[in-house]
Structure formats: structure tokens, C-alpha cells
């Protein structure tokens, strides 16, 4: 009973380094999503994928780039680290058989704590 | 701009009494409300939803009210037991992406 997967759970990086975030679910589910969560804030979706090979961009963007190359792993990029994203980025994944409209709540990780420095 | 608010940052209530969290909305093409919970270190875990054409879901000790003419929504959980200590979120959902507000960190008191 994995459900969503996230590695790795904490990173410390230097403004300019890269690494990859990556996400793996056994739920089957057709949709991912990356979000970050900062102070006082809610969640802010980074980019999401409604399918292999599909990526999409979301309401914050800029600095991240993401692959879908096989439908149960999203992996989220920092081609070169920032402070300001210094963050907790949380995935998640949902059905989306049929409308998305539809009540298919997403499923989350525990998150990644990724500190810039 | 935020398009879904949850006005307070924390609320402390008596265990067996009825915890209520309210979440504020200011755009009218919602189509889908949900409330997740969330503890320290963990991401967020679904709790209950309700579609923008009901004004009513209940799910055991779960019920959300959504008042479509005032753009708000909220949460009751009766009875309040301990283990509902978490912050619970508010989001709307729109064209594939969920909308989330702050939070609001329920403190149950024994």
C-alpha cells in the first residue's frame, strides 16, 4: 500500500545546482500533479501531467521543468536552484477516468523538504 | 490575488463539541469544493467534497455546507475527538487544477 511515493523526503542545495524531484504511484492513476507549500500559504500547483507523456504547466511555473515518461513516475526539475525555492513540494495523483469534473480527489506524498541556500 | 481564503489561521475547540471551519471563495466557476486534512510531515489527505449544484454532503461526523450566493463554504465536524488535531484545508477545483486556501489549524482540547 505505497500509494504516492516521494524521494527524496529532504535536500539542501546551493543557489545554481540542479537536482530532480521524483514521484512514483502504484494507484494506476492517470493524472500528477507537483505542488509547492510555503508559509501561511496553500498549495500552489507547479505543473501536472493528465497522462503519459503529457505535461502541463500550472499557476507558478517559472524555474521548474517535469517529465512523464512512464505513467506511474513524474519527476519535477530545478535546472538551477533559487532561494525563493526554498519549499515543501508535495505530489500527487488522481483517477481521471471520465469528466475531471468529476469528484476525484487527489492523492498526496509526504512531501520533499528542499532547502536553497 | 487570492481567489480562495480560509480567514482563520487557527481555531481551538472542546473535544465533543462541534468544530466549524469556514472558507471564502470569490470566483464563481468552481465547479468542485473539497476539504483535506493534514498532519505535521505527512501530505494532505482527502476528507470530503462537495459539488457546486448541492448545498449539502455529509460523511459520518463530516458535513460541508456551501452557500453559493455568499461564496462560502464550511466544514462541521461533530463530535470533535482529538484525533482531528490537523490543518484542514479548503480548495476549489477549475479547468484540471485545484485552487487551495491557507489552512486552518484545528486544536482539539481534551
Known amino acids: 500500500n505505497a500509494g504516492v511515493t516521494q524521494t527524496p523526503k529532504f535536500r539542501v542545495l546551493k543557489t545554481g545546482q540542479s537536482m530532480t524531484l521524483l514521484c512514483a504511484q502504484d494507484?494506476?492513476?492517470?493524472?500528477m500533479y507537483w505542488y509547492r507549500q510555503d508559509p501561511g500559504m496553500g498549495l500552489r500547483l507547479i505543473h501536472y501531467?493528465?497522462?503519459?507523456?503529457?505535461?502541463a504547466k500550472g499557476e507558478v511555473p517559472d524555474g521548474y521543468n517535469v517529465s512523464r515518461l512512464k505513467k506511474q513516475n513524474f519527476l519535477l526539475g530545478l535546472e538551477s536552484a533559487a532561494p525563493s525555492q526554498t519549499s515543501v513540494y508535495f505530489c500527487?495523483?488522481?483517477?481521471?477516468?471520465?469528466?475531471?469534473?468529476?469528484?476525484?480527489?487527489?492523492?498526496f506524498g509526504d512531501g520533499t523538504r528542499l532547502s536553497i541556500l | 490575488d487570492q481567489q480562495v481564503k480560509q480567514n482563520s489561521p487557527s481555531l481551538s475547540v472542546q473535544e465533543g463539541r462541534i468544530s466549524i471551519l469556514n472558507c471564502d471563495y470569490t470566483?464563481?466557476?468552481?465547479?468542485?469544493f473539497l476539504w483535506y486534512k493534514k498532519y505535521p510531515a505527512e501530505g494532505p489527505t482527502f476528507l470530503i467534497s462537495?459539488?457546486?449544484i448541492k448545498d449539502k454532503n455529509e460523511d459520518g461526523r463530516f458535513t460541508v455546507f456551501l452557500n453559493k450566493s455568499a461564496k462560502h463554504l464550511s466544514l462541521h465536524i461533530v463530535p470533535s475527538q482529538p484525533g482531528d488535531s490537523a490543518v484542514y484545508f479548503c480548495?476549489?477545483?477549475?479547468?484540471?487544477?485545484?485552487?487551495w486556501g491557507a489552512g486552518t489549524k484545528l486544536i482539539i482540547k481534551p
Open positions: 500527487a495523483s488522481s483517477p481521471g477516468t471520465g469528466s475531471f469534473y468529476s469528484n476525484q480527489p487527489q492523492h
Open positions: 494507484m494506476n492513476h492517470e493524472y
Open positions: 501531467s493528465v497522462g503519459e507523456g503529457t505535461t
Open positions: 470566483n464563481s466557476m468552481f465547479d468542485y
Open positions: 462537495i459539488s457546486s
Open positions: 480548495a476549489a477545483s477549475r479547468n484540471y487544477q485545484l485552487i
